[in-house]
């Protein structure tokens, strides 16, 4: 029984020490890939989400930050700025406000790489609440009346109009300027549409862009 299994043993000797060596090597390789380690310095973007109706975000910084990452070598190579993007969560704030948030707080990384620096390391946003508010409409006129004209009445409908902005912003008008109207260019009694003046402050119109001018107008007689 011993020389058939001595034979078993021995039988392509060379050949089962090339296999034996060869899957040596293969894992020698798979194991030193997943112990090698590797750093990496990339720019994430930073986005907000889950943002309120009434809510805006006006003001973000930064929009990126500077990460240096190190790790196994398959894992930070897996780290990309769209997949790993920073993500800071508006969902819980309902009103204007400035916030701080650590950047490295909201990192999402694969387990086994580690931050070795991160720049800037605090995040700013600023938030503002939207309102509307209803304002008189402030008529703009130049020039002068070609005689022998007279101006008996001069309106706008509607003479209130309401706007919407950021609410920090919106409480500081009183009244909305028509573009001017030239009543050098006025020849008797008239009818037209004038545009509402859109300042910075004024994010939009609610209900009109415009208003109707309505101008009286009669024709003086000779002096007697």
Known sequence: MADPLKNLLFRNLGLKASALALALLVWAIISGGERAYSEKTLKLPVEVVHVSENL???GLR???VTVSLKGA?????AVGAEAN???IDLANVKETGKLNYFAEDYLDLPEGVQVVSIHPKMIEV???EFATREVPVRLQLRGRLPAPLRLLSARVLPDRIAVMGYKSR???IDAVLTEEFDLGTATGSLTRRLALRQTPDILKFRDRRDVELQLEI???GPRK
């Open 56 to 58: 805006e975000v006006s």
């Open 62 to 64: 930064p929009e990126e």
């Open 73 to 77: 070598s398959k894992f930070v190579a």
């Open 85 to 87: 993007a920073i993500r």
């Open 126 to 128: 600023f938030v503002e």
């Open 170 to 172: 919106i409480e500081r």
């Open 218 to 220: 009669e024709e003086r």
